[in-house]
């Protein structure tokens, strides 16, 4: 069973980006449309030594009630099973309430955790670095995924930690 990293965060913040640039694939569905990754999706990364496996989730709850409070349940799944979890956010959006949820609900998880600073391509990537300070999740990094930028940093520590 290789080690898995899951992929969180809301929606649209470029998960399934990241996920295609780790796993070389188009497995999972990009679009413009929030919350269209439904289903978890597995993918294997091979771009270090070893190879590890990544989990791409949809974010939003559609149950707002359950136990997970604004994390899907599939979401809490891949992180509970996972032995790293990867917190994506949006450098263009901010921090919003909903990023800060979903720290919360991967710090119940108990696992190694890392911030992935998306969409820095054509910011002030140090501007974004400290607005995302406050969710207080290191080691964080500031990636474009979509241009396939950063990610070599962000396999380094993944390298250390799986
Ligand atoms: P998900 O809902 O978190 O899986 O997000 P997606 O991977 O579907 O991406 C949502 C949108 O953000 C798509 O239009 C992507 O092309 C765009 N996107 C993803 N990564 C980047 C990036 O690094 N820079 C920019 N500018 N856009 C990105
Ligand atoms: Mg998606």
Do not use: W
Request: glycine share 8%; proline share 5%.
């Amino acid at each position: 069973m290789l080690p898995m990293v899951a992929l969180v965060g809301r929606p649209n913040v470029g998960k399934s980006t990241l996920f295609n640039a780790l796993t070389r694939s188009r497995d999972a569905l990009v679009a413009n449309q929030p919350g269209v990754t439904r289903d978890r999706q597995f993918g294997i990364c091979r771009l270090l030594d070893n190879p590890f496996l990544v989990v791409d989730t949809g974010g939003l709850s559609d149950d707002p009630e359950g136990l997970a409070g604004l994390t899907s349940q599939q979401s809490m799944q891949a992180m509970q099973e996972a032995a790293v979890i990867a917190i994506v956010v949006d450098a263009r959006d901010g921090v919003l309430s909903y990023d800060h949820q979903v720290v919360a609900d991967a710090r119940r998880c108990n696992r190694p955790m890392l911030l992935l600073v998306n969409k820095t391509d054509g910011l002030d990537a140090d501007q974004a670095m400290a607005d995302f300070s406050v969710l207080g999740v290191q080691p964080a990094f500031a990636v474009a995924a979509s241009h396939q930028r950063g990610l070599g940093p962000v396999l380094e520590e993944l390298a250390a930690r799986l």
